[in-house]
Structures are given as structure tokens and as C-alpha cells.
Nanobody, 123 residues
Framework: VQLQASGGGLVQAGDSLRLSCAAS????????MGWFRQAPGQEREFVAA????????DYADSVKGRFTISRENNKNTVYLQMNSLKPEDTAVYYC?????????????????WGQGTLVTVSS
């Protein structure tokens, strides 16, 4: 599975952005999809994840209530709607996929990764 993330950019605090992640290749399998981010000098951290059916979602406490993950399986695409952005949200955002039905937070549990898209939030 190949993942292509897009939608990053430079915004001001309080603005919104929507990230997209398009999957290609072996997309017939059922994949949990996740978003992670990595700020300079920091480890990659979990942001949000969604099950194949979309019925299960999980969010990091730092983004809960501001970010929404969703997916359109007929388009092989997952989204991350980011509202009320803060400077501390500045990072490279990565989408990831795992072949399975569980919805984990650990980086090591995801099998496939996109190239990342940079989100910069100015104060």
C-alpha cells in the first residue's frame, strides 16, 4: 500500500486545515488508518486513528475536540480536519495504515507510512 499525504501549509493560530491521505496499491484489504505528527527534535506522536468501517475513532488528548478524522473508502482516502489550530500543532503530519481491525496508538503497530506533509501554525 502506498500512502500520499497532502494539504499541509502555513496558517495562523485559530485557522483550519484539512489534510488528505490517498491510498493506492493493495487497497482491497481492510486497513485502520492513522495520523501522526513529528515536530523538530521530537519523537513521532499519535494524533488520531479510524477503523476500517469508521465506527471507531481515537484522538490524542491534545487534539480532542479540535481535530476530526474521517474516511471515504470508495475513494481510498482518509482526512484530518484540523480546527482551532495552535502553534504547538506545528509539525510534519504523517498518515499511516495497518492491515487489521484494531485501532492502536503506537507507531510500531502501523505497517505503511506516507511521506508527510508540513503544517506550520504561526502565532
Amino acid at each position: 500500500v502506498q500512502l500520499q499525504a497532502s494539504g499541509g501549509g502555513l496558517v495562523q493560530a485559530g485557522d483550519s486545515l484539512r489534510l488528505s491521505c490517498a491510498a493506492s496499491g493493495r487497497t482491497s484489504s481492510r486497513y485502520t488508518m492513522g495520523w501522526f505528527r513529528q515536530a523538530p527534535g521530537q519523537e513521532r506522536e499519535f494524533v488520531a486513528a479510524i477503523s476500517w468501517s469508521g465506527s471507531i475513532t481515537d484522538y490524542a488528548d491534545s487534539v480532542k475536540g479540535r481535530f476530526t478524522i474521517s474516511r471515504e473508502n470508495n475513494k481510498n482516502t482518509v482526512y484530518l480536519q484540523m480546527n482551532s489550530l495552535k502553534p504547538e500543532d506545528t509539525a510534519v503530519y504523517y498518515c499511516a495504515a495497518l492491515s487489521g481491525l484494531w485501532v492502536p496508538r503506537r507507531v510500531s503497530e502501523y505497517d505503511y507510512w506516507g511521506q508527510g506533509t508540513l503544517v506550520t501554525v504561526s502565532s
